[in-house]
Structures are given as C-alpha cells and as structure tokens.
C-alpha cells in the first residue's frame, strides 16, 4: 500500500482537485483553438456574426485533433528534455556523497525512513535561500539546493527542507506541476500567435472575400467577432496563470506537514521558513522554476497571481496543527557581512591569533610570526630554542 505524508484526507482531496484543475487547464487549450479560428476568419471574410461563429465552430472540430496531437507532442518534449533545460537555466549540477556529505547524508536518511528511491542532488551557485524540486518518473527526480541554503541552515533546518522538496516528489507534484507549466504554455504560445495574427493583418476586417452570390452571409460582424476572440485569449489566459498559481499555493501547506511527518520536528521547518522569508529569489529562474521553490518572494498584486501562501500563514498552520513554536521574524546578516572562517595556521586552541604583519615592514609587539601560533597563542621570542626540557622547548639555550 502506498504511503502519502501529511494530511492523508486533505491530500486525496486535493489530487481530486488538482486532476480536475488540470484537465480545466487542457481544456484551455480548445479555447485557444476556437478563439484563433474565429480570429481568422474575421479577418478573412466580411459576414455577419453569426455566421462568423458557426465557420469558426466547423474550424475547431476540424482542428482539435491538431490541436491535441501537438499539445501532446509538447508535453512528451517537456517529458524528456525540462530537467536539462532547468539546469541550463538555473546552472545547477549534480553533486557526490565526497562532494557534499552533510547534505546527501540528511537526504538518504530520510529516504531509507520511508522506503523511497534517493533522488538525485543537485547544486546551485547562488547566495539566495531557496530549494526545488523536479522530474517526471523516478529516474529524473532531483532536489536542487543553493549554496546560500546549505551555508546559512543548521542541520535540522536544512533535513526539514530536504523533507519538504521529497513530499513534493512523493505525492506527485513535481510531475503536476510541471505538465501544467506545459499546457499553460501551450495557452501563452496561441495566445501570442492570436494576437500577431491580429495586428499584423493591419486590421483589414472582412479582407473583401465576399462574392455578389452569396449574400447570405451578411457583413458587419467582423469587428465583434475580433473582439470576442480577444475576449476568449485574455480569459484563457489568466485562467491559466490562475490554475498554476492555485496548483502551486494548494500544495505548499501539504509539503510543509510532510516534512514535519518526515522529520518529527516542527521547529525546524518553521526556522528554516523564517531564515528562507524574502531571501530566496533566484536571479537567474524565471517565474515556471521559482513556482516549484520553497518559497517565492515575487509578489503580485493584492497577492492574487502569488504562486506560494504567505510565509505566515504557512507558519500559522504549522504552530495550529503541529504544535510548532514560531520565534518570529528573523534577520540573518547578508552575504557580504558573514565572517570568513579562519584560515589555517591562524588561530590556536584557545582563541584566533593576531594576523601576521608584512614580512618587508617591522614587526609591531605582539605580532604572530610566519610560523604560526604556539600552544598559548603567542610565538616565541626570535631567540635559538636550546635542549628541550621536560614540558617544551628552553628558549635560549642553556644557562
């Protein structure tokens, strides 16, 4: 039997919904289609409307077949190539257990506890707080993580988004996700044709293809039929912007309590949401990547086409339901401030060493040599070091 993570009831729900959102999404696609056959043949024939409409209808059956042949080629392109395109887009690459031991530890930890197939791990050069997730069948499932995650998350912290990102692949919808990615692309690719078949044609309603014999056509229906088929574009197409972002937002809060079922620790996942809050905008992903984030700090207006839940509502549910403890907002030094670790040979066992002076220029007091710190922090006096006695070397030789 198969295991879900999170709320078991809400997420069968909410596969309903999102299969139905989906098909919603598809069905877009055969808007579009009657919306460019109409279009076409405004700007072909001077009739009436009505006559517009039942030329535009035997259009689109004649044309869905195409339609759906070529959305379908589409989404079997998407299939095989998106994570390498991903990859381009974004400059992640894979990375080994030598390379990255804490963090392939923390992810195969959490997969031997469920049974689950270790996707592959990936890295991202960037100093924005973010993860994500992608694939479509096991083989091609991979978590990308960025740099400024791993250097800025504390183990727990970062075990907690490892276990949001697996949810994500585990309840399928890395693979939903990315299919409606697809077909909203379809939707934005007719809605861009549409729209250049319109103003390139130079607004010429009618073209003149009318014949003295056929009259039954009537005329002045050109202009409301363009305008209907603009009417149809804008509505398909923020439909479709609004079928992704409700996809995306529905499925955050399940991927947040999967991990908090994964890892048994809901303070960390509130504490990386709070050191994750509007630190992770990747510069380099456009707005398909940054809807499969942790989070995406690209607001819209009034919130409406924001493809993730507030950072507080997602905390607020998790301190209601999982009994978490939020600490509140928290500001983390930015790059460029962080303290560079001490280089080697620089600081000894109780405390870091003075940095060495320039070898050309004099020697302040208390400057440490090039050789290093000594046991207690300071280096010897220049002096030849004599027969060492029972507990260190006698500076100075015998006397």
Known sequence: MEHAYGLYTHIRA?????????????????????????????????????????????????????????TALWILIAYRFHQRL?????????????????????????????????????????DALNAFATGMNPQQYSITVTQGLIQTLEDAELEAVLGHELTHIRNGDVRLLVIAVVIAGVVSFFAELIVRLFFQSGLMWGGGRRRRDDDRRGSGGALYALLIAVALVATAWILSIMIRFALSRSREYLADAGSVELTKNPDAMIMALRKIEGRGDLARANSAIMEMCVDNPREDFANLFDTHPPIQRRIDALVKFAGGHDPGPIELPSPGEATAPAGPGTAGP??????????????????????????????????????????????????
């Open 14 to 70: 909410n596969k309903r919904r999102s299969l139905a959102l989906l098909v919603g999404l598809f069905g877009l696609v055969y808007v579009m289609v009657f919306a460019g056959a109409l279009a076409g043949e405004a700007l072909t024939w001077n009739a009436s409307l009505d006559w517009l409409l039942r030329r535009a209808g035997s259009d689109w059956v004649a044309a869905v077949p195409w339609a759906t042949l070529g």
């Open 86 to 126: 991903i990859d381009v887009v974004t400059g992640g690459y894979e990375v080994t257990r030598r390379e990255q031991p804490r963090l392939c530890d923390l992810l195969e930890s959490l997969c031997i506890s469920r049974g689950i197939t270790m996707p592959k791990l990936k890295i991202m050069d960037s």
């Open 350 to 399: 109780w405390g870091a060493s003075q940095a060495p002076s320039d070898a050309t220029g004099p020697l302040d007091a208390g400057a440490v040599l090039p050789g290093g710190p000594q046991p207690w922090g300071q280096n010897p006096p220049t002096e030849p070091l004599g027969p060492p006695g029972p507990w260190a070397p006698r500076q100075g030789g015998e006397r």
